[in-house]
C-alpha cells in the first residue's frame, strides 16, 4: 500500500487502486483536526477528477494558504458581476431579469458538476431540509439585496450588506467557536471603514430611507445565516453538493419573482454578453466561496470577501475609464492592511503573550 504524507498539513491518502478510484474529484480531501492531539483524523474525501487530484498534490501550500487563493480569486470573480449587470442594464434588462438569469447559471454549474462526477444531491431527508433552509437563505439576500437599490444607494447597501461579516463574527464568540480578542474585532471593523473609503461613502450626500436600510440590513442577516450554515456543513459534506442543494432551492425560490414583475432581457447581443459576463463571475464566485469556506472556514471567508469592492473599483477604473480618489486608495490600503493583520494575528498575540 502507498500513502501519500502530505497534501494538506498532517493527512495522508492511501493510492492503492481499490482506494484511490474512491477518491476521484476536485480538490482531494478535506482534512479535519481530531480532538485531542493526535493531528489530523482521516481525510473526508471529496473525489476530485485525477487531473486535480495531481495538480494539488504539487501545490506547495497549506489548506489554510489553499483557502485564502480561492478566497481572494473567488472575490475577483464576483466583483465581475457589477460591471456586467451595469452592462446588461445599460441595454435594457431589469433587475428580475439579472437575478433569475444569474441564479439559473450559479445552480446549472453545480448541477453539471455533480452529475458529471456522480454525486448524489438531496441523498436524504435531512440533506433535503437543509438544501431548502440554505436555498430559502440565499433567494433572500439576493431579494433583499435588490430590493434595497430601490430606495438607498448601491454604496450605501453595500457597506451594510458588509456588516455580516461582523454580525458573523458576534455569532460565533456567542457560540464559543471563537475566542474573543480585540485583534480580531479591530481588523474587523477597520476593514469595513476602508470599505467605506473604496466605495466613497464621506462624499456622497445621500438620501436615507428606512426601508431601503431595513431590506439591506435583512440581506445582511440572511448572508450571514446562510454562511453560517455553509460553514458548518462543509465541515462533514462536500462542498459542490451543498452549492447544488442551495442554489436549485434558491433559484426556485426567486423564480416566483415573475409573478411581481416580469423579467426584461436585454435588447441586442452586446447586452446579452454583459449578462453572461456577470453569469460567469457569479458561477465562478460561488465555487470558490463554496470550497473556500470548507478549507478556512465562514468567517475568514467572510472577511476576504471585503476584496470584493476593491476589484470592481479597479475593474471600473481600468475598463470603464473611472477615476479613483486619493481617498479610495487609501481605502484599499486599510482594508489590505486589515486583512494581513488578521493573518498574522497568531503570531502577534503570541508575542504579546511573550512580552
Known sequence: MVKVERLWDGCEMDLSSSAYHKTEGFLGFLAQKSKGNSGFRRAHLLKPPKIWYFAVMALPFSKQTLGLIIAVFSTLAFAC????????????????????????FRALGFLVFCLINKRRIFANKTDTKIGFINGFFQAASITCIFSSLAFIPA??????????????????????????DMLTISTTLSALLGLTLVLGIWDLHLEYSLLGCLLAFGGALATMIRLYAIGQEAKTRDPAIIGAETFLVAFLFVSALVFFKSPVMPATEAGWTWAAFAALGSMLGTFGMFYGIALIGAFQWSLFSKTEPIFVAIIAATFLHEILTLWQYLGMALVIASLVLYQMKDILLKKIEEK
Open 155 to 180: 454604496p450605501l447597501m453595500t457597506i451594510i450588506l458588509f456588516t455580516h461579516t461582523l454580525m458573523l463574527l458576534l455569532v460565533l464568540f456567542a457560540k464559543k467557536e471563537m475566542a474573543p
Open 81 to 104: 458581476y457589477a460591471p456586467g449587470a451595469r452592462g446588461a442594464y445599460a441595454d435594457g434588462a431589469n433587475a428580475v431579469f439579472i437575478i433569475l438569469f444569474t441564479t439559473f
